[in-house]
């Protein structure tokens, strides 16, 4: 009992059991460079890269360990935003509480591990500058790992100089930090991870890796129903207790957009069970942007007239496809269902001279005559928005739970300077333009091919069917 309890004092390491996200962000290691574990508060993202760091100093990987591997020993830094904080949350996760001398050892690195004592750092009080672990590989020398803790507060020149493996950064760095710590890494074909809490918005760093400007890039996203040590009965009361300008970003690790958020709803509150199967008497449309420059997107809704709800029940995002590949995607889901088109749709290909819609109706989709518009005949955005935002409210819009695509945009889709920022919106338009031209939703089933109604015939000389 002496022993067992000696381990788990000791060896916390061999008591680490991921969550799925925490797994995803370790697997992700293996093929880029840059990796982003984006949380809500205390859902467990330090203790992950705690965990990932005492792996490499130490080469003791467990069976479930899918992510890149060191069989040698490395160099590496841990980073935090000032002295203090990586004293108190960074060497704490990884040594054991600061100043208490019985707990060294308690953290993520078993205490067998270190070689000689840490070298302190100057003006913080136990405050560790470096630390040497064994590797499992042995060797006093060559067989020792080194981990230095760095802070921004030093600046960017305090980062300058040296070639690392890996580093962690706990907490949200300013670019020029960021950067050059990349750049530390760089000759050793290293690697950069980070996990924080986005309280700075859609930052310069936030967007390197939402907007995919790296190949080399990685994110995930944690949220706190993906916290296993928090019960679900105690996560509204936690919900509660958050300023609401920061909630989405503290529980769903969403960048905080403050009041440019033009949707500020919780998924909670559209999220619903995905349907098995739609009722074939709700009102079917499909909304559709073409992706002229970005994604295309197209959004299936179902609408029940009898709970004046407007249901989305599909959704298809594409990059670098054609209106073939399009419309096939969209036809193995629902061939038969109307389609909304925003005005661009009347443009001209400059390849073929064909109009944009033409295309997607040439290639069996059942788009409607005329682009998207309100009865009276207007196009404009903010009546759409106004709709959408009031149905949100009201409990009349509901998203289907696995449609994560349309949840992501739905959280970042904000305005800037009162205008809509034109990014985050592959989803978001279709879903308009559908709400737009729902008065043209038809009772069809869903599917491909076009379905025979039961104990009836096309009249003889009619080409369609004119009950679908």
Request: proline share 4%; glycine share 10%.
């Amino acid at each position: 009992m002496a022993a067992a309890l000696e381990r788990k004092l000791y060896r916390v390491i061999d008591f680490f059991d991921p969550y799925p996200k925490q797994q995803n962000f370790y697997d992700a290691g293996i093929g880029f460079k840059e990796r982003l574990l984006m949380a809500g508060t205390q859902l467990g993202k330090t203790y992950a890269g705690a965990f990932e760091v005492a792996c490499h100093l130490t080469g003791e990987y467990p069976d479930w360990w899918l992510g890149k591997r060191y069989e040698r020993p490395v160099k590496g830094w841990a980073v935090g935003l000032t002295s203090l904080v990586t004293r108190d949350v960074s060497q704490k996760y990884l040594c054991g509480e600061p100043g208490v001398v019985a707990n060294f050892g308690t953290g993520m690195i078993p205490r067998e591990r270190f070689v000689d004592k840490p070298s302190m750092a100057r003006g913080v009080t136990d405050a560790f500058d470096t630390i040497q672990v064994e590797h499992r590989t042995g060797g006093v020398v060559d067989g020792v790992s080194v981990l230095r803790f760095k802070s921004c507060e030093q600046g960017r020149e305090k980062l300058q100089g040296e070639s690392i493996d890996f580093a962690w950064i706990d907490e949200e760095p300013r670019p020029e930090e960021y950067f050059e710590i990349v750049a530390r890494t760089t000759a050793t074909k290293g690697m950069v991870f980070m996990t924080f809490t986005p309280l700075k918005g859609m930052s310069v760093v936030v967007k390197r890796f939402l907007d995919k400007e790296v190949p080399s890039g990685h994110v995930t996203r944690m949220t706190i129903n993906d916290a296993r040590h928090i019960h679900p009965d105690e996560r509204a009361a936690i919900i509660a207790g958050y300023a609401e300008h920061e909630r989405e970003a503290r529980v769903n690790g969403t960048p905080m957009l403050g009041s440019g958020l033009i949707f500020p709803f919780s998924d909670e509150q559209l999220r619903e069970a995905t349907l098995m199967e739609v009722p074939p008497h709700w009102f079917k449309i499909w909304g559709i942007d073409f992706g002229i420059g970005h994604a295309f997107g197209a959004v299936l809704m179902a609408f029940d007239r009898d709970t004046d709800v407007d249901h989305v029940v599909h959704t298809i995002k594409m990059k670098g496809a054609n209106a073939m590949l399009h419309a096939k995607a969209m036809k193995a889901v629902a061939e038969n269902v109307p389609v909304a088109w925003p005005q661009d749709g009347h443009q001209h290909d400059k390849g073929s001279g064909r109009q944009l819609s033409g295309q997607y109706k040439a290639e069996g989709l059942r788009m409607l005559d005329t682009h998207a518009k309100w009865a009276d005949g207007s196009n404009n955005v903010e009546p759409g928005i106004m709709e959408m935002y009031n149905r949100m409210a009201t409990g009349k819009l509901k998203v289907a739970g696995h449609l994560s695509d349309w949840f992501e945009e739905r959280k970042l889709y904000h305005r800037k300077d009162g205008v809509i920022v034109k990014a985050w919106d592959d989803l978001m338009d279709p879903t308009r333009y559908a709400m737009m031209m729902r008065r043209h939703a038809k009772q069809v089933l869903l599917g491909s091919g076009k379905p025979r109604r039961e104990g009836g015939q096309i009249a003889s000389g009619v080409d369609f069917d004119v009950f679908a």
